[in-house]
Nanobody
């Protein structure tokens, strides 16, 4: 069983910054991909940014140049630095883990999700 714990959401003015953090815990030996998704009211959940254990990153076009994802493999943790925030970044942000390997060598290919943290960008 893998748990994802998020922190760092809140209210910020347009142009401001926030930093989201997520730490995975449980019977974990390795995690292939960690990332952040978001879901705004009335919209589908979408990928914001992801990072593989190798360090390869993927960003949504809408956040390129403004958001930076980083990872600590030893702690199974990721951060998302969000700068120059816009009103359209308002959403619930979910931490995501994919392809988790347990200490016994079992690989779980299904998605793991955190509870979500609210980010509101408003003046």
């Amino acid at each position: 069983q893998v748990q994802l714990m998020e922190s760092g959401g809140g209210l910020v003015q347009p142009g401001g910054s926030l930093r989201l953090s997520c730490t995975a815990s449980g019977n974990i030996f390795a995690i292939y991909t960690l990332g952040w998704y978001r879901q705004a009211p009335g919209k589908q959940r979408e990928l914001v940014a992801s990072i593989r254990s190798s360090g390869v990153t993927v960003y949504a076009d809408s956040v390129k140049g403004r958001f930076t994802i980083s990872r600590d493999n030893a702690k199974f943790a990721i951060d998302l630095q969000m700068d120059t925030l816009k009103a359209e970044d308002t959403a619930i942000y979910y931490c995501h883990a994919d392809r988790v390997t347990t200490k016994e060598g079992i690989i779980y290919e299904y998605d793991h999700w955190g509870q979500g943290t609210q980010v509101t960008v408003s003046s």
